[in-house]
């Protein structure tokens, strides 16, 4: 089975980069018809998408964060990451690493999710 | 791009069946049959529930069904049950090649 584990500081100061790992088991990243992606849900609100990426290279991410979002895929470490540039306390939110069949809201597999908080 | 409109809460007594209702545009809900819900409880992640508008994943009581007319997608849920009490929340897929989630609505069981 599937199972997908984020890790990364709890802690980010404002306009520093939030940067976040997930480590994929029961699973390859190379998988042909997955999308590897990442959304938030800041505390008492709504899910959001960040942004997706096939092990191929192609990418995809939310407009409103684009500018500010890199998402990679390490297929040696079977891992994916998240970084997000000049956080503001905004960007608070729980971060949820998960796959999707291809780049469809079909998103059958998440991580438990890991507490973001940009505070100084 | 803007989210999907849900209802902000919903609320059924235990056996009644209830709809969620998830507004978008032609570039998203109604372009494409790339809608799914999500099932959330407190502290939890998401569970798929139901995708591609009707269809739902092995292990997902056929208590829940999907449909979609127009711009319009809704989640019904029959035989309500205390354990049905959760977040919902509808995804799309848009023309823009993105995802696009509803505001999310709250279920209550009377």
């Known amino acids: 089975q599937l199972q997908l584990q984020e890790s990364g500081p709890g802690l980010v100061k404002p306009s520093e980069t939030l940067s976040l790992t997930c480590s994929v088991s029961?699973?390859?990243?190379?998988?042909?018809?997955?999308?590897w992606g990442w959304l938030r849900q800041p505390p008492g609100k709504g899910l959001e998408w960040v942004g997706s990426?096939?092990?191929?290279?192609?990418?995809h991410f939310n407009p409103s964060l684009k500018s500010r979002v890199t998402i990679s895929v390490d297929t040696s470490k079977n891992q994916l990451s998240l970084k997000l540039s000049s956080v503001t306390a905004a960007d608070t939110a729980v971060y949820y690493c998960a796959k999707s069949y291809f780049l469809q809201p079909k998103i059958d597999s998440w991580g438990q999710g890991t507490l973001v908080t940009v505070s100084s | 791009q803007s989210a999907l409109t849900q209802p902000a809460s919903v609320s059924g007594s235990p056996g009644q069946s209830t709809t969620i209702a998830c507004t978008g545009t032609s570039r998203d809900v109604g372009g494409y049959n790339y809608v799914s819900w999500f099932q959330q409880h407190p502290g939890k992640a998401p569970k798929l529930m139901i995708y591609?508008?009707?269809s739902r994943p092995s292990g997902v009581s056929n208590r829940f069904s999907g449909s979609k007319s127009g711009n319009t997608a809704s989640l019904t849920i029959s035989g309500l049950q205390a354990e049905d009490e959760a977040d919902y929340y509808c995804?799309?897929?848009?023309?823009?090649?993105?995802?696009?989630f509803g505001g999310g609505t709250k279920l209550t069981v009377l």
């Open positions: 995804c799309s897929f848009t023309s823009s090649n993105t995802l696009v």
């Open positions: 029961g699973g390859s990243v190379s998988s042909s018809t997955s999308y």
């Open positions: 591609d508008v009707t």
């Open positions: 990426m096939h092990y191929s290279g192609s990418t």
